[in-house]
């Protein structure tokens, strides 16, 4: 099952299914992360038969517009760790976004007026679905709702000018993600995950090529807190950052950002000025 958060025309947004070309409302619920809070929301979105869209020219949203939580983890594709000189971590990096950084999939990626090394970072995230702490890596499948397709956008001057990298990596209206929540019973790591940039490939590496697995993610991250549903799991990128390359490239104004993931969909960027 595809569940989407479709903007509407009297300026809301509103919880949809895709079939196909077509979008089914979910009544009652005013995006997939506020259907997620329903311990039945899988029965209730597949029963769905509200008001119907067209997909094709569809005005989407973040597929989980507000979360409680963004944990990102970095350094979790080998390719990416060689790349930036660092060794296979023992435990995960993490660090936080917020949910002003998040756009819709098809949305305009502002770039700030105080950087000019924007890169990035093509992502599987995973979407929980169900609360706990403290839960096991062989019971972490049934705590995650589906996954769906993130670009961490970094501002890289700003991340690195400290040992923290939060205030590089969560700027205002520069997170892409979408376009769909896939239910988990749909995917499985594993599918190509690639980044291009005016149609030029920068990544490309299967998404089952991690250090740390989905599942081990969910366990350790809920040892630390609990996990809620319609939080977010961004977990790591590969290869092929701009930065990274010789000489570094970053996004520029009137670049296409397209981020895709085989079997969950695909995000198309154009970068402009921040107003």
């Known amino acids: 099952m595809r569940l989407l958060t479709l ?4 300026g809301t947004t509103t919880a949809v299914r895709q079939d196909g070309n077509i979008l089914t409302e979910i009544d009652g619920f005013s995006d997939v992360g506020a ?5 039945a929301w899988a029965a209730i979105a597949e029963a769905a038969h509200g008001a119907t869209h067209a997909y094709d020219g569809a005005d989407l949203a973040a597929v989980v517009p507000s979360p409680g939580k963004i944990i990102c983890v970095g350094h979790n594709y080998r390719n990416h760790i060689k790349e930036m000189g660092r060794e296979i ?10 949910q002003e ?6 949305d305009d990626l502002a770039l700030p007026q105080e950087s000019d090394t924007v890169d ?9 679905g169900k609360k706990g702490r403290r839960i096991s890596e062989a019971d972490a499948a049934d705590h995650i709702a589906g996954y769906s397709v993130l670009n961490d956008i970094s501002m890289r001057d700003y ?8 205030q590089g990596k969560t700027w ?3 997170t892409p993600f979408g376009p769909a929540l896939v ?7 594993g599918p190509l995950m690639t980044s291009a940039v005016d149609g030029e490939i920068q990544q490309q590496t299967p998404t089952g090529d991690l250090v740390f697995t989905p599942e081990f993610l969910v366990s350790y991250i809920s040892t630390i807190i609990t996990l809620n549903p319609g939080d977010v799991i961004a977990t790591g990128t590969p290869g092929g950052v701009g930065h990274a390359q010789d000489p570094k490239r970053y996004l520029q104004e009137g670049q296409l950002l397209v981020t895709t993931i085989d079997g969950l969909g695909q995000l198309n960027n154009r970068v402009v000025k921040e107003a």
């Open 183 to 189: 239910t988990k019973d749909e995917f499985t790591a």
């Open 101 to 106: 950084s998040l756009i819709g999939p098809n």
């Open 89 to 98: 971590p023992e435990y995960p990096t993490l660090f936080a976004k917020y």
């Open 120 to 128: 990035w970072e093509a992502e599987l995230a995973v979407v929980i």
């Open 35 to 39: 259907l997620l809070q329903d311990p």
């Open 172 to 174: 205002e209206k520069s």
């Open 7 to 10: 903007r509407t025309s009297a």
């Open 159 to 166: 991340q690195f000018r400290t040992i923290q990298w939060l």
